[in-house]
């Protein structure tokens, strides 16, 4: 397992490593950037990526930026995840950036883009996330 996973709970790992995570390039407050590497096992039609995992590698980048900013508690939940797709993402490393936009204590706007290696634009995505106490996530979670 990549050594960036590591230190992260298990359901964090498996996730990070599900979705290819290479390493956090950036993780500053209300910025992140983050690589990835895109599989064949993650592309259908002869290697392009499953949207998918685009939508997951932009919503990550994204909420790696709030927690940058305000840490793990409270807990950043998507309400909404928009995303618009310019380019194949075709196997081989991409670029996840993402930042806080703008927003308050509870309610966050934040964007985000998905690069190739050659910084090319593959896509964008906005989110609107709510800020929620990590105690109130566990119990909505039935733990």
Request: hydrophobic share 50%; net charge neutral.
């Amino acid at each position: 397992m990549n050594a960036v996973v590591s230190g992260l709970p298990k359901a964090a790992a498996d996730l990070s490593a599900t979705l290819g995570l290479v390493r956090i390039v950036t993780m500053e407050p209300g910025r992140a950037a983050i690589e990835y590497a895109c599989g064949m096992h993650m592309c259908h039609s002869g290697g392009v990526a499953q949207g998918g995992f685009v939508a997951g590698w932009i919503d990550a980048a994204m909420a790696h930026a709030v927690m940058a900013k305000f840490g793990h508690d409270p807990v950043p939940i998507s309400l909404e995840l928009k995303i618009s797709y310019f380019a194949p993402a075709n196997p081989g490393i991409v670029l996840a950036e993402g930042w806080i936009e703008a927003g308050g204590k509870s309610t966050l706007f934040a964007e985000g883009t998905l690069k190739d290696a050659s910084g090319r634009l593959l896509a964008k995505g906005t989110s609107t996330i709510r800020m929620i106490p990590a105690q109130r996530v566990t119990a909505m979670a039935g733990g």
